[in-house]
């Protein structure tokens, strides 16, 4: 008599381990660079109110009497235009950043936007000038906007301070070329333009404030110790920014954190 195998119920198959897999999103890993572009603006306060401070004053000074009510209104239009022009130079020079993001250039570019951020540093700090020597690169292009930019003045209407303020957003600038090859040494023209934008913002306090004669934020910012101060934590930034193993000792000192406490829940 042949016995017949005995059919047992087969056993569930044990589930794979699942593992919570963070998958950070792109606006996430941008956010600490937002904050970082929004902080350089507001260090580089002191360097705003040697450049566009006196140009701030005569917007103010050029707006006529019957418009005195409207001056904040001109004010907020004024710098939207030159905020949208610093988004709008960060995409042209972001495009050129994304098209060398896979060439050994892209390692240069970005060594350079940091020995540039050390160097706008050392002139916040008023340890050395050299780099308004850069800004002669841009006084080409501003000698052909200038004319344009004086046809707008006196400022009358919103439209007018909007168009004057983004032609004077590509007036010479040391600190905004610093910040503009910083952005375009992330590889992407989107997240360069976001940067120069969160760059621009950063600025806005302290030339609102000077247009309208606050005198305690603008003596506050031209303190010899505020202005050292900023200049440290922004050659601090530049040294962070500039490629080498303190990157990787960072990266992997944030992940391990991150691993940590995802195990422990």
């Known amino acids: ?47 705003c109110l040697g450049m566009c401070g006196g140009l701030m004053g005569a917007l103010t ?29 960060g995409l042209l020079i972001g495009l050129a950043g994304w098209a060398i993001a896979s060439s050994p250039a892209a390692m240069a570019l970005r060594v350079v936007a940091a020995l540039l951020l050390i160097c706008m540093g050392l002139y916040l700090a008023g340890w050395w000038s050299g780099l308004t020597r850069i800004e002669a690169l841009g006084r080409g292009l501003w000698r052909h906007l200038q004319p344009v930019a004086r046809k707008l ?21 040391g600190l905004v070329y610093s910040t503009l090859l910083w952005s375009a040494s992330q590889g992407s023209a989107t997240d ?25 934020l603008t003596a506050l910012l031209r303190k010899r110790g505020v202005r050292v101060t900023g200049g440290l934590l922004v050659i601090l930034f530049g040294l962070w920014t500039l490629p080498g193993p ?4 960072l990266m992997g000192h944030g992940s391990s954190a991150s691993s940590e406490h995802q195990h422990s829940h």
Do not use: D
């Open 61 to 89: 000074l050029a707006i006529p009497p019957e418009q005195r009510a409207r001056r904040l209104r001109l004010l907020l239009a004024y710098n939207l235009g030159r905020i949208l022009s610093y988004a709008i130079a």
């Open 246 to 249: 303190h990157q990787a000792w």
């Open 192 to 216: 360069s333009a976001l940067l120069m934008l969160a760059f621009g913002i950063g600025t806005l306090p302290v030339l609102i404030a000077t247009g309208l004669a606050a005198e305690r």
């Open 153 to 173: 003045l006196p400022v009358s209407t919103l439209p007018r301070a909007l168009l004057l303020g983004g032609l004077w957003g590509w007036l010479p600038c």
């Open 1 to 47: 008599m042949t016995k017949t195998p005995s059919t047992r119920p087969a056993l569930p198959k044990p589930r794979a381990e699942t593992r919570w897999t963070s998958r950070t999103s792109p606006v996430a890993e941008l956010a600490p660079l937002l904050l970082s572009a929004l902080i350089l603006g507001l260090l580089g306060g002191g360097h």
